[in-house]
């Protein structure tokens, strides 16, 4: 299996669920990150992992917990989650978080729902 | 605080029909435009990188420029399989962020056969 990889591709889940999102890269990246796409707004930055420690939190809020145990998996655990975090999850990696030209690779998403 | 605007939000096009998207940016101290394209149900595929006015790239059909404001992505004689979200997104220099690209909103490119 090549690329980024996310499981699971749909999740709904209530207000006081406890839930998880997996994803894996197969490019041998040494960076990963988090983003939440939600409908008709841009693509917001959520945490960065550079070899595996958390280089940034951009102000999301504790219900949202990264997990990155190596350089090829990256979680993000959710809990007590409100309505308007409903949106489209996306991973990503890249072979270094710097630098001119670093481009990302993106899985294919986790479309989440709360209910 | 770094701006990017994309417009316009949606655009029809007719197979063979060329044309424009916009990228306007304000931000300090460009490190890169980045377009992407997205389709439905998938994760932003990577087209071009872009780092100084003048510079241009071309795929296939395809051909991003850059000034010191804005991005152009030119459409040649489109296909159906062109309609997609397009995405712009700009690396700024500072800071403390990692890695950090601030995206517009995208331009829905659909292609009628």
């Known amino acids: 299996e090549t690329g980024v990889t996310q499981t699971p591709r749909h999740l709904v889940m209530g207000m006081t669920n406890k839930k998880s999102l997996k994803c894996e890269q197969h490019?041998?990246?040494?960076?990963m990150y988090w983003y939440k796409q939600s409908a008709k707004k841009p693509l917001e930055l959520m945490f960065v992992?550079?070899?595996?420690?958390?280089?940034e939190n951009n102000s999301v809020p504790s219900r949202f917990s990264p997990e990155c145990p190596n350089s090829s998996h990256l979680f993000l655990h959710l809990h007590t989650l409100q309505p308007e975090d409903s949106a489209l999850y996306l991973c990503?990696?890249?072979?270094?978080?710097?630098?001119?030209?670093?481009?990302?690779?993106f899985g294919s998403g986790t479309q989440l729902s709360v209910l | 605080e770094d701006q990017v605007t994309q417009s316009p939000e949606a655009l029809r096009l007719q197979e063979g029909e060329s044309s424009s998207l916009n990228c306007s940016y304000t931000?300090?101290?460009?490190?890169?435009l980045f377009w992407y394209r997205q389709d439905p149900g998938k994760g932003p595929e990577f087209l071009f990188t872009?780092?100084?006015a003048g510079e241009e790239k071309e795929k296939e059909r395809l051909k991003a420029t850059l000034t010191k404001k804005e991005s152009f992505l030119h459409i040649t004689a489109p296909k159906p399989e062109d309609s997609a979200t397009y995405l712009c997104?700009?690396?700024?220099?500072?800071?403390?962020?990692?890695?950090?690209?601030?995206f517009g909103q995208g331009t829905i490119l659909t292609v009628h056969p």
């Open positions: 990503a990696s890249s072979q270094y978080p710097t630098g001119r030209g670093e481009k990302l690779f």
């Open positions: 490019l041998g990246h040494n960076a």
């Open positions: 992992y550079n070899f595996k420690e958390q280089t």
């Open positions: 931000v300090s101290g460009l490190r890169g």
């Open positions: 872009l780092y100084s």
């Open positions: 997104a700009v690396r700024v220099a500072g800071g403390t962020s990692y890695g950090k690209l601030t």
